[in-house]
């Protein structure tokens, strides 16, 4: 079998599996902070949370995909194999982290804008009004 080849397959496999793994990870964590930030609506945060999922799983594997080939480059030894590796899968990493950090950067602000929204209400009705002074 060829190197090429095989270096493909380990890159897929072990791309896939981070994937995986980090989705499950926003998947599970995100939820309870998407609760948050919708005012307790679960199945709002719910569908929410399975909606950002697949956004990530698309825009993740699209570049996993598009990042396995290098035409330029034929593997010739086992040493070739592992420096392929590592460059490949450090740009899937980085962009794997870079996703989670714009996910969590966008869903905070979304949470600041609420937090902010509730406390423009005032806590107890006004009882009075007063008129503003002629000086003012």
């Given at each position: ?86 460059a490949k899968l450090g740009v899937v990493l980085l962009v794997l982290g870079a996703m989670h950090l714009g996910n969590v950067y966008v869903l905070n602000r979304i949470r ?25």
């Amino acid at each position: 079998m060829d190197l090429t080849v095989i270096a493909y397959v380990i890159y897929l496999v072990v791309s896939i599996g981070l994937t995986v793994w980090v989705a499950r990870t926003l998947s599970r964590n995100g939820r309870v902070f998407l609760a948050d930030v919708l005012k307790g609506d679960e199945k709002l945060a719910d569908a929410v949370n399975h909606l950002l999922v697949v956004g990530f799983y698309l825009v993740n594997l699209g570049f996993v995909a598009l990042f396995l080939s290098d035409p330029n480059r034929l593997i010739e030894d086992t040493r070739e194999i592992f420096e392929v590796l590592s460059a490949k899968l450090g740009v899937v990493l980085l962009v794997l982290g870079a996703m989670h950090l714009g996910n969590v950067y966008v869903l905070n602000r979304i949470r600041r804008r609420g937090m902010l929204a509730r406390e423009q209400v005032p806590p107890v009705e006004p009882q009075a009004w007063t008129a503003p002074s002629a000086g003012a």
